[in-house]
């Protein structure tokens, strides 16, 4: 028979995954860049990337654009979206009074359900 401390405890170990998961709503652009960079800090640092050449394209006379416009831009900073202590500790609290919400449900269902079992019984008798 599940407690309901044990079942209070399931529902918050569900919550856990939720919390990991928040970090993926940090922007695509800054998530990448900071992927990015972890690579560039493990990768071996003794071969140098080339850097491309800025060619001039002779059939129209202009020169190339930027390759990349948005590396020109600042990044924005990653926000935090980690939730605090007190953020979980009312996850919990509301998790605790949903589950006694639902435990008082039960209960009056079964006094309902018994209520109903004894008066077909008693009909029945007569």
Known sequence: MVTMEHHILLRLQLFKPLIKDLNAYIPP?????????????????????SPKRKTTDY???????????TALTVAPKAIDVRPTAEEIE????????????????????DRKNDNKRRNKLRDEAY
């Open 29 to 49: 652009t800054t998530r990448n860049r900071s992927a990015a960079l972890q690579l560039d800090i493990t990768s071996d640092t003794t071969t140098a990337a």
């Open 59 to 69: 059939r129209t006379g202009s020169k190339p654009k930027a390759a990349n416009a």
């Open 90 to 109: 009312q996850k919990k609290q509301q998790i605790i009074e949903e589950e006694i919400q639902e435990e008082k449900k039960r209960k009056q269902q």
